[in-house]
């Protein structure tokens, strides 16, 4: 399955973005979708993870609360919705694609899309 993700870009902290990540190739409602991200000199992070039907999600303790994540399977889409956004937040967002729901490895994810670029100014 390819992957492609959008709607990164700059924020001021307090503020939100809402991502999104379009799945093409393979049949999209056969995949949990997670996302990770990774700012600079830090490694890659598990950040929310929703599983093939959209039913359940989980997210990283450090974003909990603030993101909400969802999924369209008739549009092969899923969206991650970034609220109260903080400097920290700032890193490139990934999407990613796999068999199981819930992993927070990314090593479990066999498909990946490119990333976005979310800034978060204070």
Same mark, same amino acid.
């Given at each position: 399955?390819?992957?492609?993700?959008? &709607?990164?870009?700059?924020?001021?902290?307090? &503020?939100?973005?809402?991502?999104?990540?379009?799945?093409?190739?393979?049949?999209?409602?056969?995949?949990?979708?997670?996302?990770?991200?990774?700012?600079?000199?830090?490694?890659?992070?598990?950040?929310? &993870?929703?599983?093939?039907? &959209?039913?359940?999600?989980?997210?990283?303790?450090?974003?909990?609360?603030?993101?909400?994540?969802?999924?369209?399977?008739?549009?092969?889409?899923?969206?991650?919705?970034?609220?109260?956004?903080?400097?920290?937040?700032?890193?490139?967002?990934?999407?990613?694609?796999?068999?199981?729901?819930?992993?927070?490895?990314?090593?479990?994810?066999?498909?990946?899309?490119?990333?976005?670029?979310?800034?978060?100014?204070?």
């Amino acid at each position: 399955v390819q992957l492609q993700a959008s &709607g990164g870009g700059l924020a001021q902290a307090g &503020g939100s973005l809402r991502l999104s990540c379009v799945a093409s190739g393979r049949t999209f409602s056969d995949y949990s979708v997670a996302w990770f991200r990774q700012a600079p000199v830090k490694d890659r992070e598990f950040v929310a &993870g929703i599983s093939s039907s &959209g039913a359940s999600t989980v997210f990283a303790d450090s974003v909990k609360g603030r993101f909400s994540l969802s999924r369209d399977n008739a549009k092969t889409t899923a969206y991650l919705q970034m609220n109260s956004l903080k400097p920290e937040d700032t890193a490139v967002y990934y999407c990613a694609a796999g068999p199981q729901y819930g992993p927070t490895w990314a090593i479990n994810y066999p498909y990946w899309g490119r990333g976005t670029l979310v800034t978060v100014s204070s």
